[in-house]
């Protein structure tokens, strides 16, 4: 006889820790997002909740995003409700805690209105989401009661580094841009460094867009004009031609702990699109489309010109698409030894 599940009767001991999650992806970058089971998290605004959850439940982070629950490029939200939006939202990675993340956005812009948890009843329903950044304004079009795209108006964003170089271990001198798209990110081409922004180059794009990241971070301080805690470089942005002539261009982000977005990155392009206009190379309203390093697609445009404090920067506006992956259940034994999760990078 076939062995079968069909009777299982098996269940976690009431003292576990449960956690629910459902995990979705926008452009093949994943993202699970927790519904249940987490303990209280205090705070009035979003960055005091991610401080207090980083001080107090840090090893869920790492038990929800690291093996063997997760994996070293996993990605998290933890949403929490909010005194002035639709919700608050923070996020999660094999580093730590990000400030602004369009490819979560997108993909709880669906989940939130197709799931009841925000009730708006509209062909185009517009949300006001919090994140650690500011505040985001995402909008859904809608096909019935599903969510066939999503567009969202980022924080302000800017040039703050304008063709620089630093010496990198390994690779010489690069030239690089930093702008801010909700994160800092050094922008650099991939050419001059004989890179090809394709999955056969996975591990390289990694090894590269860490010392770059770690020599920008040695050489040049990043500042946020009023935020500490936004006062980081993220990660790295390369920018090459895209594989479809009617795109604009293709990047991959290394971003964290040497994590690969495998979208084109909402934060990222919204950087971008902050630095071209203000190298004069995207007029305002002016959409374009950038490839991920699997071919997928997010597009942007800068919408309106606007100062972030001494700085001139831009509104960009950014639309994708998400998809379910799956529902789960996590459970944390007490007596694991490996509860916490282990990370190889």
């Given at each position: 006889?076939?062995?079968?599940?069909?009777?299982?009767?098996?269940?976690?001991?009431?003292?576990?820790?449960?956690?629910?999650?459902?995990?979705?992806?926008?452009?093949?970058e994943?993202?699970?997002?927790?519904?249940?089971?987490?303990?209280?998290?205090e705070?009035?605004t979003?960055?005091?909740?991610?401080?207090?959850?980083?001080?107090?439940?840090?090893?869920?982070?790492?038990?929800?995003?690291?093996e063997?629950r997760?994996?070293?490029?996993?990605?998290g939200?933890?949403?929490?409700?909010?005194?002035?939006?639709?919700?608050?939202v923070?996020?999660?990675?094999?580093?730590?805690?990000?400030?602004?993340?369009?490819?979560?956005?997108?993909?709880?812009t669906?989940?939130?209105?197709?799931s009841?948890?925000?009730?708006?009843?509209?062909?185009n329903?517009?949300?006001?989401?919090n994140?650690?950044?500011g505040?985001?304004?995402?909008?859904?079009?809608?096909?019935?009661?599903?969510?066939?795209?999503v567009?969202?108006?980022n924080?302000?964003?800017?040039l703050?580094?304008?063709?620089?170089?630093?010496?990198?271990?390994?690779?010489?001198?690069?030239?690089?841009?930093?702008?801010?798209?909700?994160?800092?990110?050094?922008?650099?081409?991939?050419?001059?460094l004989?890179?090809?922004?394709?999955?056969?180059?996975?591990?390289?794009?990694?090894?590269?867009?860490?010392?770059?990241?770690?020599a920008?971070?040695?050489?040049?301080?990043?500042?946020?004009?009023?935020?500490?805690?936004?006062?980081?470089?993220?990660?790295?942005?390369?920018?090459?031609?895209?594989?479809?002539?009617?795109?604009?261009?293709?990047n991959?982000?290394?971003?964290?702990?040497?994590?690969?977005?495998?979208?084109?990155?909402?934060?990222?392009?919204?950087a971008?699109?902050?630095?071209?206009?203000?190298?004069?190379?995207?007029?305002l309203?002016e959409?374009i489309?950038?490839?991920?390093?699997?071919?997928?697609?997010?597009?942007?445009?800068?919408?309106?010109?606007?100062?972030?404090?001494?700085?001139?920067?831009?509104?960009?506006?950014?639309?994708?698409?998400?998809?379910?992956?799956?529902?789960?259940?996590?459970?944390?034994?007490?007596?694991d030894?490996?509860?916490?999760?282990?990370i190889f990078?």
């Amino acid at each position: 006889m076939n062995p079968s599940f069909d009777h299982w009767t098996w269940q976690a001991p009431a003292h576990w820790t449960r956690i629910s999650t459902i995990d979705m992806h926008t452009g093949g970058e994943p993202l699970r997002v927790i519904t249940s089971g987490l303990p209280p998290i205090e705070g009035r605004t979003v960055l005091e909740k991610r401080r207090y959850f980083r001080e107090h439940y840090d090893h869920l982070r790492t038990g929800l995003m690291w093996e063997p629950r997760g994996h070293a490029d996993m990605y998290g939200a933890i949403v929490t409700p909010s005194e002035t939006a639709d919700f608050d939202v923070f996020f999660l990675h094999n580093e730590g805690y990000s400030t602004m993340c369009g490819h979560a956005i997108i993909a709880l812009t669906k989940l939130a209105l197709e799931s009841g948890l925000v009730r708006k009843p509209s062909d185009n329903p517009r949300l006001t989401i919090n994140v650690p950044a500011g505040t985001i304004y995402a909008q859904a079009i809608m096909d019935a009661d599903q969510v066939r795209e999503v567009w969202f108006r980022n924080v302000p964003s800017f040039l703050y580094l304008r063709e620089q170089e630093c010496d990198v271990p390994g690779l010489g001198r690069v030239r690089f841009d930093v702008a801010y798209g909700g994160a800092f990110y050094a922008v650099v081409e991939a050419a001059p460094l004989g890179l090809q922004l394709t999955a056969q180059q996975y591990d390289r794009l990694i090894d590269y867009g860490r010392r770059i990241k770690q020599a920008v971070m040695m050489q040049f301080a990043i500042e946020h004009p009023f935020e500490n805690e936004l006062s980081f470089l993220y990660g790295t942005i390369f920018t090459g031609p895209a594989a479809a002539p009617e795109h604009h261009s293709r990047n991959v982000t290394i971003f964290a702990e040497g994590e690969v977005d495998r979208s084109a990155t909402g934060s990222g392009v919204s950087a971008r699109a902050a630095l071209h206009h203000a190298k004069g190379e995207l007029p305002l309203n002016e959409k374009i489309w950038v490839e991920s390093i699997l071919g997928t697609m997010m597009s942007v445009r800068a919408v309106e010109e606007t100062k972030f404090g001494s700085y001139q920067a831009v509104i960009p506006e950014v639309g994708g698409t998400a998809s379910y992956t799956g529902r789960h259940e996590f459970y944390f034994d007490p007596a694991d030894p490996l509860g916490a999760g282990f990370i190889f990078r």
